[in-house]
């Protein structure tokens, strides 16, 4: 492959093209297990390595909770490639191209090998890759693609009707993408409960959540919604430090419909230090928090609480 000199021209380069690498040979690794299956994943978005027009359809998929958001992944890593590689001179252009090219010809060359015992031509340039063997793992392990998260969402959608699974596909790439859009350490996009948390400064105080509905309806979460938590200590050590606790709602947001991703951004933007959420927990229940279009629907005081009307 051409070189590329620069290291701060490299370094983006090669990072999107292992994660290009691993979100798109992973999902072809490995076993589609929900109901007890030993089912394939599609394998339809490897052409999207080779061919722009494809790259559209990788967030228009319905398949399943991991496989769709091993797509987005895929997606963003292109396009974080186009960025890398807008400015840099043809030849290394070219070559990036014909490494994808090369990947997606072998990739596909293996796993119809694999499956349907084709063989593989002998080459010196050949790409080894086995079942359950990806191409790349890269940030050290599988973000988002091991088989803990497959795993996980796997049960997170067991019990979901077609049309409940469409929906909780859409709400994970809002979800995916308020993440990809904020530069903020105390934000954190929780997989298996859909949510994204924010939790600034000292830890024994508030934390915020951003809650998408739970396919099947689970923990009676049909709807989105933004909530204030406080931490409240269940265990102490014999010095006399919190060593177990767990989160209590204090005032609790529920939205009729999917807020956009520029409110939800905007909304952890501003939950950036306890103050602010202290200063949240005090709205009263039909009004607005500060600076944000969610209206509080619910306070809670202890295991009491008072809620809007129906």
């Not at 974080?80 to 072998?106: G, K």
């Not at 099947?216 to 204030?228: L, Q, S």
Request: hydrophobic share 40%.
């Amino acid at each position: 492959m051409t070189s590329v000199e620069s290291t701060a021209t490299a370094a983006p380069i090669v990072d999107a093209l292992n994660r290009i690498s691993a979100s798109a040979s992973v999902p072809v690794s490995v076993y589609d297990m929900r109901g007890r299956g030993f089912n394939d994943y599609p394998q339809k978005h490897l052409a999207a390595l080779t061919d722009r027009n494809m790259r559209a359809d990788l967030l228009e998929g319905t398949h399943s909770l991991w496989y769709e958001q091993a797509m987005w992944l895929l997606h963003e890593a292109l396009r974080d490639l186009d960025i890398a590689t807008a400015s840099v001179p043809t030849p290394i252009r070219t070559a990036v191209d014909s490494e994808l090219e090369t990947e997606t010809r072998w990739l596909r060359a293996a796993v119809a090998e694999y499956a349907e015992g084709f063989e593989v031509p002998e080459s010196e340039n050949r790409r080894n890759w086995d079942f359950g063997d990806p191409f790349v793992c890269f940030d050290g392990g599988l973000v988002g693609l091991g088989q803990r998260d497959r795993d996980l969402m796997d049960r997170l959608e067991a019990d979901a009707s077609g049309e409940e699974l469409q929906e909780a596909i859409i709400d994970l790439r809002t979800l995916l993408d308020v993440e990809a859009q904020i530069d903020i350490g105390d934000a954190q996009l929780q997989l298996e409960p859909l949510s994204i948390t924010a939790e600034p400064g000292d830890t024994d105080g508030y934390f915020l959540n951003v809650e998408a509905p739970l396919p099947g309806g689970k923990y009676n979460r049909v709807h989105w919604a933004v909530a204030v938590y406080r931490w409240e200590v269940d265990v102490w050590d014999e010095e006399g430090y919190p060593t177990g606790s767990h989160g209590e709602p204090v005032v609790h947001c529920t939205i009729a419909e999917r807020p956009s991703i520029t409110d939800i951004v905007a909304l952890l933007k501003l939950a950036t230090n306890q103050a602010q959420l202290a200063a949240w927990t005090q709205t009263p229940i039909g009004e607005k928090l500060a600076n944000t279009d969610f209206v509080v629907t619910k306070r809670y005081n202890d295991t009491e609480y008072h809620s809007c009307p129906e």
